[in-house]
């Protein structure tokens, strides 16, 4: 098969292009920064494209004579710049389903999030059928349930099959640099993670994880299939606060939510972090996940559990893990330096 990935040298992007080629399958990775590598057999064919843009063609010309598109890119950074945030997110959507209806793709596969999930109202797991609405008060979740929307207008309008995945928090040992990017203070070194001697959470927090490449395999094995619908991916147990801390080898302490967000939006606006207090929001509200349809349609069965994912994420956070892409690239207080002076913090500078 041939599938086109946007996104392809992210996180989620790398374990797909890993999974697809390791599969035979024929890959085109659209992204806005392509690697040096060349294209060669049994290697990816590169297309520049910035979805925050118009790049009608260059898309048209990528999905072309693709099976299936596999779309991925979304922004975490800036978090000062929210409308480059939904020009990627909900722009780029809409810009790359324009494009698979004129290139006639037959497939699509769309990365959702949990964070398109309405608040939750209990902690029983819920199915794809619980509402998309978002939660209103974080910005990331607003242009998840946005895109949803995007994709229930063009499934309404096209024979075009649309797969949504719906993971938790997706982490691989490559993309701990990027993440402590997107969520740690430039001058913060990454092994001060080492060294955290209490975590101060509320103690009702839930956390759902998935690894990179279980969430890559779910999505091949989709494209595989051309298997449409909704599929919630999230690796069992669910994580709770204490579980985090021993991830840590912290104390942990009891600090309501309420507090947590008034020091995140405090410490956010202040420009002392790059994290908007709607992420505390969304740990608060956001529902369990039940992942039993993937099971049942897809097969799919993750390879590593909770437990496992948690602590290699610690140790990508604070070794920290890396990979050979421009968006995992490696971190280093004196990048995050010269590139604050040079283009602005990551929370407001339009690339991270």
């Given at each position: ?10 996180n989620v ?7 697809l ?12 920064r ?8 049994g ?12 790049c ?20 975490f ?5 929210i ?12 810009r ?5 209806a004129?290139?006639g ?5 769309h ?7 309405s ?22 979740s ?11 207008a ?13 993971p938790?928090?997706?982490s ?10 997107y969520?740690l203070?430039t ?13 101060p ?29 909704a ?15 021993r991830a ?30 709607g ?24 390879a590593?559990?909770?437990l ?10 604070s070794?920290?893990g ?7 690239r ?23």
């Amino acid at each position: 098969m041939r599938v086109a990935v946007t996104g392809a040298t992210g996180n989620v992007g790398s374990a797909v292009v890993r999974r697809l080629l390791a599969g035979g399958h024929d890959v085109v990775g659209v992204v806005r920064r392509p690697p040096d590598t060349p294209a060669g057999p049994g290697g990816v064919v590169w297309v520049q494209a910035d979805l925050a843009e118009e790049c009608h063609e260059a898309l048209v010309d990528a999905f072309r004579g693709a099976d299936a598109v596999v779309h991925l890119v979304w922004g975490f950074q800036p978090t000062h710049r929210i409308d480059y945030l939904e020009a990627v997110g909900v722009g780029g959507t809409r810009r790359v389903l324009d494009a698979v209806a004129e290139a006639g793709v037959p497939h699509l596969v769309h990365q959702s999030s949990i964070g398109a999930y309405s608040p939750r109202r209990d902690s029983a797991p819920v199915g794809e059928d619980w509402p998309t609405d978002g939660i209103p008060s974080s910005p990331y979740s607003r242009h998840k349930a946005a895109a949803e929307r995007l994709l229930d207008a063009f499934e309404a309008r096209s024979d075009v099959a649309v797969t949504r995945t719906r993971p938790g928090i997706i982490s691989q040992h490559p993309a701990g640099s990027a993440q402590l990017r997107y969520f740690l203070p430039t001058l913060v070194p990454a092994v001060a993670l080492r060294h955290v001697p209490v975590l101060p959470l509320d103690r009702r927090l839930t956390l759902q994880v998935v690894h990179a490449d279980d969430v890559a395999d779910a999505i091949v094995r989709a494209v595989e299939g051309t298997l449409p619908g909704a599929f919630n991916l999230v690796a069992e147990p669910v994580l709770g606060r204490d579980d985090i801390a021993r991830a840590l080898h912290a104390r942990p302490v009891h600090v309501p939510f309420p507090v947590l967000r008034a020091a995140a939006s405090l410490s956010w606006h202040a420009h002392v972090q790059p994290v908007d207090a709607g992420w505390v929001d969304m740990a608060r509200n956001a529902p369990v996940l039940d992942a039993g349809r993937a099971r049942d349609e897809l097969g799919w069965v993750p390879a590593h559990d909770a437990l496992d994912v948690l602590a290699e994420m610690v140790e990508a956070l604070s070794a920290p893990g890396h990979g050979d892409t421009a968006v995992l690239r490696p971190r280093s207080i004196v990048d995050g330096l010269r590139r604050a002076v040079r283009q602005g913090p990551v929370s407001q500078r339009r690339e991270p």
